[in-house]
């Protein structure tokens, strides 16, 4: 179990620092388009595509960071019944219907990538496959959350605090 939380914690700080350079990728092609555009007169050809699909993984990357730090939208009616038990089955009925959706939106995105992965992109030439991949990057990362927790005993609920990779309180 020891070794499933470090290789766990790995992945993890793998993502955060993915996640961090797309964001500086994203920000620097976005500038270098501004600068090239206005000050130079002759806008970049690539730049526009290389910040839209940065854009779409760092969505998918932060998607999973909010799962972990459990920041998504909640209907928490059921924590002002104020019952742990129904507080437990909650958060595990919960959990497992996003693991559900994770597993199956997966696999049918696994059609979606295999076939776009012959199409190049139009600017850069890269496979589309790659961009669209990043969902299942995401569906993974939150299904591992999801599995790596329930091994360990328990689900989350909405209201635990789960410092970053790394940091501890």
């Known amino acids: 179990m020891r070794a499933l939380r470090t290789l766990w914690t790995v992945v993890e700080r793998l993502a955060t620092a993915l996640l961090i350079l797309?964001?500086?990728l994203m920000t620097a092609a976005s500038?270098?388009?501004v600068f090239s555009r206005y000050v130079l007169g002759d806008p970049l050809s690539w730049?526009?595509?290389?910040?839209?699909?940065?854009?779409v993984w760092v969505s998918y990357l932060a998607a999973w960071l909010a799962w972990?730090?459990?920041?998504?939208?909640?209907?928490?009616?059921?924590?002002?019944l104020g019952s742990p038990g129904l507080n437990?089955?909650?958060?595990?009925?919960?959990?497992?219907?996003?693991?559900a959706f994770c597993v199956y939106t997966f696999w049918t995105n696994m059609t979606l990538v295999g076939l776009a992965w012959t199409q190049p992109s139009p600017s850069?030439?890269?496979?589309?496959?790659?961009?669209?991949?990043?969902?299942?990057?995401?569906?993974?990362?939150?299904?591992?959350?999801?599995?790596?927790?329930?091994?360990?005993?328990?689900?989350?609920?909405?209201?635990?605090?789960?410092?970053?990779a790394g940091l501890t309180a």
Not at 47 to 55: I, L, M
Not at 88 to 99: N, P, T
């Open 88 to 99: 437990r089955a909650s958060a595990l009925f919960v959990e497992a219907a996003v693991l």
């Open 47 to 55: 730049s526009e595509e290389f910040a839209r699909f940065a854009f």
């Open 22 to 24: 797309g964001v500086a």
């Open 68 to 80: 972990k730090h459990r920041a998504h939208i909640a209907v928490d009616a059921v924590q002002y």
């Open 124 to 164: 850069l030439s890269v496979p589309m496959g790659l961009v669209y991949v990043g969902y299942n990057v995401m569906a993974a990362l939150i299904a591992g959350d999801i599995l790596v927790g329930w091994l360990a005993g328990r689900p989350r609920d909405a209201d635990e605090a789960v410092p970053p």
């Open 31 to 33: 500038l270098a388009q």
